[in-house]
């Protein structure tokens, strides 16, 4: 059986704004992890809009996993929506497949983070 992770209480500084915040971690949480925990406990606007983004990032991984089965293509769109979510200046990523899918992660007009999936059959001659 796991053994249960115990959990502490710890001061963490919000990147964004220098804020100290309290948060509470598992015991071993990674440095990136504890970092995270005090964004998402801020309420600086930079952290406001990451926690935003969060949840867009979270509802597009779950939008591909539900619809790809090939696990190392599903880790490459799960990184392909991490990089057009938290990297500000990509717009876009459109990956095509063999299979003739191409996936697509990018931001609409709105700001909105937009995924999807379109299977095409191209017939291409090459002579």
């Known amino acids: 059986m796991a053994k249960k992770?115990?959990?502490?209480?710890?001061q963490e500084v919000c990147k964004y704004c220098g804020q100290i915040q309290f948060v509470e971690v598992d015991e071993d949480a990674s440095v990136q992890e504890k970092l995270e925990a005090a964004i998402m406990k801020c309420d600086c606007e930079d952290a406001e809009r990451?926690?935003?983004m969060d949840v867009r990032r979270k509802k597009a991984a779950a939008f591909f996993m539900d619809i790809e089965k090939d696990e190392k293509i599903r880790s490459l769109l799960l990184k392909a929506v991490d990089t057009v979510a938290l990297v500000g200046s990509v717009a876009a990523v459109d990956i095509k497949l063999d299979s003739g899918k191409r996936y697509h992660i990018g931001f609409n007009s709105k700001g909105s983070l937009v995924t999807g999936c379109k299977?095409?059959?191209e017939k291409k001659e090459e002579n």
């Open 5 to 10: 992770k115990e959990k502490i209480t710890m």
């Open 50 to 52: 990451y926690k935003k």
């Open 119 to 121: 299977v095409t059959k």
